[in-house]
């Protein structure tokens, strides 16, 4: 994966597909760039964050997320304008907790499971500057 970042934005490294035609600037997409946008699953922050809390409970490694660590790290991501995209392909290829890693990294989250068995989501930066 290469992370290309624009407005924090990730993406995985895709061929760029060939321009439409001269003249063309009405109509719409031609069939060569259809394919490539439903090839891509884009993540917005809310639907980063949604994963991150599936993904997070579909592993078992929580029953559940501390709802005041999903509305920090959504405020988080939101306002540092964090959004992700990635190929269905690859997506496809990855396992659950490949995805859930996936995710983390590109949102610059950290999970931690608390004894009493709920997930807490924090900022990767501020998680390395309390140890």
């Given at each position: 994966?290469?992370?290309?970042?624009?407005?924090?934005?990730?993406?995985?490294e895709v061929p760029?597909?060939?321009?439409?035609?001269?003249?063309?600037?009405?109509?719409?997409?031609?069939?060569?760039?259809?394919?490539?946008?439903?090839?891509?699953?884009r993540f917005d922050?809310?639907?980063?964050?949604s994963a991150l809390?599936?993904?997070?409970?579909?592993?078992?490694?929580?029953?559940?997320?501390?709802?005041?660590?999903?509305?920090?790290?959504?405020?988080?991501?939101?306002?540092?304008?964090?959004?992700?995209?990635?190929?269905?392909?690859?997506?496809?290829?990855?396992?659950?907790?490949?995805?859930?890693?996936?995710?983390?990294?590109?949102?610059?989250?950290?999970?931690?499971?608390?004894?009493?068995?709920?997930?807490?989501?924090?900022?990767?930066?501020?998680?390395?500057?309390?140890?």
């Amino acid at each position: 994966m290469s992370a290309n970042s624009t407005e924090g934005e990730i993406r995985d490294e895709v061929p760029p597909t060939p321009a439409s035609t001269a003249g063309a600037s009405n109509a719409s997409p031609s069939p060569q760039q259809q394919p490539q946008q439903r090839e891509d699953i884009r993540f917005d922050p809310r639907r980063i964050m949604s994963a991150l809390v599936f993904h997070a409970c579909e592993e078992g490694k929580v029953e559940e997320v501390s709802p005041s660590s999903i509305r920090g790290t959504l405020r988080r991501l939101v306002r540092q304008k964090i959004s992700a995209i990635v190929s269905r392909e690859r997506w496809a290829a990855m396992t659950n907790p490949q995805r859930l890693e996936w995710l983390l990294k590109v949102s610059r989250t950290i999970f931690e499971a608390s004894p009493e068995g709920y997930g807490i989501l924090s900022e990767r930066a501020a998680a390395a500057g309390r140890k």
